[in-house]
């Protein structure tokens, strides 16, 4: 899991598939979550961007006062009537003596 100090900017990233494994940009846009370590809510509903066919990032800057430990991500498409959900999460450290 990736260690990230407060202040630097985390790059979130999602590769969308159709069902037979082929990269895919779905009909509707890719929205991002992003939690907290204390569950709470940072990021909701925000669109992703798009790089290239299937490959969506989310640029997330943490604030100097953001919690420390895990927090969690998600990236959603809908296609059609497929949603599809991918997610992760990464490690947030007051300092870089404590990554």
Same mark, same amino acid.
């Given at each position: 899991?990736?260690? %990230?100090?407060?202040? +630097? &900017?985390?790059?979130?990233?999602? $590769?969308?598939?159709?069902?037979?494994?082929?990269?895919? =940009?779905?009909? $509707?846009?890719?929205?991002?979550? !992003? +939690?907290?370590?204390?569950?709470? /809510?940072? !990021?909701?509903?925000?669109? *992703?961007? =798009?790089?290239?066919?299937?490959?969506?990032? #989310?640029? #997330?800057?943490?604030? *100097? *006062?953001?919690? @420390?430990?895990?927090?969690? %991500?998600? %990236?959603?498409? &809908?296609?059609? @009537? /497929? /949603?599809?959900?991918?997610?992760?999460? %990464?490690?947030?450290?007051?300092? $870089? $003596?404590? *990554?």
């Amino acid at each position: 899991m990736a260690t %990230f100090t407060r202040g +630097e &900017t985390v790059r979130l990233e999602a $590769t969308i598939r159709t069902l037979d494994g082929a990269l895919s =940009n779905p009909d $509707t846009s890719i929205t991002v979550r !992003v +939690e907290d370590s204390a569950g709470a /809510v940072k !990021v909701d509903s925000v669109a *992703a961007t =798009n790089d290239r066919t299937g490959y969506y990032y #989310y640029l #997330y800057t943490l604030l *100097a *006062a953001a919690a @420390t430990g895990t927090w969690y %991500f998600e %990236f959603k498409a &809908t296609d059609d @009537t /497929v /949603v599809t959900i991918e997610g992760g999460s %990464f490690t947030v450290a007051a300092s $870089t $003596t404590e *990554a």
